[in-house]
């Protein structure tokens, strides 16, 4: 298993224009995320998806949107991109399922470092 | 809302040497569950151990342990035989049971002295 695979691994924006950060999962997850990382803080979460066709905001949604069209694929879609958006980007994704299913764990991709000038 | 705080923003010890990292949260939950990760230059977050709340019994997971107080809402990491590659940032996160998100700590680099 791949687990969380990420494209780019690194990108350079200039102010307005959009791009879309790819993240798959091969374990089978029900629930996928994202999250940002800014420097010397730890991650907020920006979208996540309770399954496929399913999706809701987080703590910092403006800016971005996704979509989720299969189990395995939840795109980051970047709109009109501002230097705010500089940052780290992961995607992670977990199963829950069963009576104590809700205490998950969150399986990390390696990140996209995100720079908009 | 819920916080978690980690009040050390760096620790060094000593190779083979134990560490202790603190963490704190604020929760009025009473079924949630704690999460330490580790960052390392490479950027992946890897999952290092896990509690659930509703166990008293601290997990452990070969050298790394954590101290659970529920009632204090403390939750340590402490690294026994510290090793040069558990250098790091060190993050602790919670996500109530009510919650999708993991709430994260601001992070705990952690150096280790040959």
């Known amino acids: 298993n791949a687990g969380v695979t990420q494209t780019p691994k690194f990108r350079i924006l200039k102010i307005g224009q959009s791009m879309t950060l790819q993240c798959t999962q091969d374990m089978n997850h029900n629930y996928m995320y994202w999250y940002r990382q800014d420097p010397g803080m730890g991650l907020k979460l920006i979208y996540y998806?309770?399954?496929?066709?399913?999706?809701d905001k987080g703590e910092v949604p403006n800016g971005y949107n996704v979509s989720r069209s299969t189990t395995e694929d939840f795109p980051l879609r970047l709109e009109l991109a501002a230097p705010s958006q500089t940052s780290v980007y992961f995607c992670?994704?977990?199963?829950?399922?069963?009576?104590?299913?809700?205490?998950?764990?969150?399986?990390f991709g390696p990140g996209t470092r995100l720079t908009v000038l | 809302a819920q916080t978690v705080t980690q009040s050390q923003p760096e620790m060094s010890v000593q190779e083979a040497e134990t560490v202790t990292l603190s963490c704190t949260y604020d929760?009025?939950?009473?079924?949630?569950?704690l999460f330490w990760y580790k960052q390392p230059p490479s950027r992946q977050m890897i999952l290092v151990i896990r509690q659930e709340a509703y166990k008293q019994q601290n997990a452990t997971e070969n050298r790394f342990s954590v101290n659970f107080q529920k009632a204090a809402k403390s939750f340590s990491l402490k690294i026994s035989d510290s090793q040069l590659g558990d250098a790091a940032m060190y993050f602790c996160?919670?996500?109530?049971?009510?919650?999708?998100?993991?709430?994260w700590g601001a992070g705990t680099k952690l150096i280790i002295k040959p």
């Open positions: 996160a919670y996500r109530g049971d009510s919650n999708y998100q993991l709430i």
């Open positions: 992670a994704s977990s199963y829950r399922g069963g009576n104590r299913g809700r205490g998950d764990t969150q399986y």
């Open positions: 929760t009025s939950e009473s079924d949630y569950y």
């Open positions: 998806s309770v399954g496929a066709g399913i999706t």
